[in-house]
């Protein structure tokens, strides 16, 4: 159970037109996950909104791996890793990202959440052997968290608060899909809806018990249809269809290559946010996101390859 237990990353071939499509799409459906769940926080606890979310993309999952003609594996050893992932790639992030909403824009949020490739570098220096640390990558850490210091701004020096709070919870969730980055590299192997059906499966057996105890829905006053839409597109558009869709890129155009769609999920979080909820971002978070865009194309380093002479 040892995230060592991976082979080394292959070179990332060559994205087609059809994956620049899909990667494009994919990051408007992860960044409209911000604005959905920036509407549904507003009547629903977080950890109903994160049930919600994992719940109905199971079920919505789970027909579509049975309408494949795919069977469920019967391996434990199999689903105690699914376990594994859903609780790094699904509960954990969902329900920090959700709580760290309530009082940040989901704009601002999406960005901090931009710094997952980040942390996922660090990692990979500490728990696998394949991957080196370099001159070069170390300075996009460097400008990566130079830029969420900036975006932090002075919050960090005036003591600890619910916006502060906030910005370190969605940095946690950022942490945490790090961790879920290594660790699903060992189902590679697998057809790309298993562990998409198997961790969102176990994500909403995770939570299930854990938001009756908390939460008690039961008891909860009847959501408006508009949040009753948004936790709906949560689950059925940016979790089983955007899964499909992450299995998909990630089989034809590799991890690499999968990567960039962090680059892109601001751009269409902001623009929601801005246009339909009225957020404000501040000058300082452009400046942050700007930071943090240069520390990833840095660590990329493909952009910088291509403006070498030949």
Known sequence: MSFNAVSPLPSAPHLSGRDWALLIALSIIWGGSFFFAKIAIQELPPLTVALGRVGIGA???????????????RDLRLWRDFLIM????????????FWGQQHIASGLASILNATTPLFTLILAQILTHDDRITAPRLGGIALGFLGVAVMIGPDALQGFSLNLGSELAILGAALSYGFAGIFGRRFRGLSPLLPATGQVTCSALLLLPIVCVVDRPWALPMPGTVTCIAVFGLGLLCTALAYVIFFRILRSAGPTNLALVTF????SALLLGISILGEDVAPRHFGGMALIFAGLAVIDGRLFARLKPA
Request: net charge neutral; glycine share 6%; no cysteine.
């Open 264 to 267: 892109l999920i601001p751009v």
């Open 86 to 97: 859903g609780l790094l790639n699904n509960m954990i992030p969902f329900s920090l990202i």
């Open 59 to 73: 079920i919505a999952l789970i027909l579509i791996l049975l309408a494949s003609g795919q069977a469920f594996p």
